[in-house]
């Protein structure tokens, strides 16, 4: 396709169009920086009370002004900032969702999927696809969570991009969990533990633990701090392949798919060992649908093969691990957003 027929496609046809929906696909990443320099140079913060001029954003953080043009006219072109005329940029909703201070704030996840931890496996997919194989130790030097441990900026990002996926289910779980006869809640590997902390705020009577390595422990803190729960909050540092706490309700969100079969049998047996009388586990994960199905969870299948050894699941695939691990009653609930809780009692 010629620069000539490009320019002739408006953007309906352009959207029709095979050609130019490749070149889409092909540039993805091109986006995914574009989205990290906004995230990297706060610009959702530093547009949100009022518009700048190019000049004046780059003033801000230090950024060279020509090149800090042209990133905010790619921006306006695909909806992060809007141009009022006489050379000033405005935020748009797109964009306040990478202010630091929104609710559902995905700032972490758009500076975490660009930098090193993400971005250098993904470097290596072809090798993923000769191998079957993650590509992180070769890419790194180290598994992923080993990475982070060693590089506490990554770490904090990651973090951070998990509290923001989770504010965005929080609601939704929050109001589907049955706490009849629950108390004391665990939520394993909750990095931050924003799903607990939201559980918590709901739910007065309850107290709860954050469970995950020990150097996330200090962020878990914080947070709980923050959100003025540190006296019924408190945050664990271990392994869950070893242990895990006592707990009436075990929340584990966003880990098994980290994990082949045989790590995954060994987190919920070990909840289900250390679980008080009657208690249950509520698995929040992407479900895999119908092949051709469009949605997030086959796409994130993918990255989990990249970047670990786990992957996206089917509710019959959790199903079995639950039973296998000793488990009953195993059933589903969808929410208002890509993920579902599976919740199951033990057998």
């Known amino acids: ?8 496609q408006t953007p309906a046809a352009a959207h029709d169009d095979p050609g130019q929906r490749m070149l889409q696909m092909m540039t993805g990443y091109w986006i995914s920086q574009l989205v990290h320099g906004a ?15 190019a000049t004046e954003m780059a003033a801000a953080e230090g950024l060279d002004p020509r090149a800090t043009f042209r990133f905010l006219r790619a921006c306006a072109s695909i909806g992060l900032v809007a141009y009022d005329g006489d050379a ?3 935020s748009t909703p797109l964009l306040g969702l990478l202010r630091k201070s929104h609710p559902g704030s995905l700032r972490g996840m758009a500076l975490m999927l660009a ?3 993400h971005w250098l496996p993904w470097g290596r997919f072809a090798d993923v696809l000769k191998t079957g194989e993650s590509q ?11 990475y982070y441990a060693r590089t506490p900026a990554e770490a904090e990002n990651f973090s951070a991009a998990m509290s923001g996926l989770t504010a965005a289910v929080a609601l939704d779980v929050v109001g589907a969990l049955d706490l009849n006869g629950v108390s004391s809640v665990v939520d394993v590997g909750g990095a931050n533990g924003a799903l607990l902390i939201a559980l918590l705020k709901e739910h ?3 107290r709860g633990i954050i469970f995950d390595r020990p150097n996330v422990i200090p962020g878990a803190e914080k947070a709980a701090a923050d959100s003025g729960l540190a006296d019924r909050v408190t945050a664990v540092g271990g392994d869950f ?5 006592a707990g009436d309700l075990y929340l584990i969100k966003y880990i098994l798919h980290d994990w082949d079969d045989a790590h995954c049998l060994t987190i919920l047996r070990n909840c289900q060992r250390a679980m008080n009388p009657g208690g249950r586990v509520a698995v929040i994960e992407l479900v895999l649908g119908e092949i051709g199905e469009p949605g997030f969870a086959p796409l994130m299948d993918i990255n989990m093969m990249v970047l670990v050894h786990g992957r996206e699941r089917s509710f019959a695939e959790y199903h079995a691990l ?7 009653a195993v059933m589903i609930m969808p929410t208002n957003t890509p993920m579902a809780i599976i919740e199951a009692r033990v057998a």
Request: hydrophobic share 35%.
């Open 1 to 8: 396709m010629t620069p000539d027929r490009l320019q002739e």
């Open 39 to 53: 995230a990297y140079c706060s610009l959702a913060d530093h547009l949100h009370a009022r518009s700048l001029t």
């Open 88 to 90: 000033r940029f405005s």
């Open 115 to 117: 930098e090193p931890g």
């Open 136 to 146: 992180t130790k070769a890419a790194l030097g180290s598994e992923l969570f080993d």
């Open 204 to 206: 007065p009577q309850l």
């Open 241 to 245: 392949f070893t242990s895990v706490p």
């Open 322 to 328: 639950l039973e296998a691990s000793g488990f009953g």
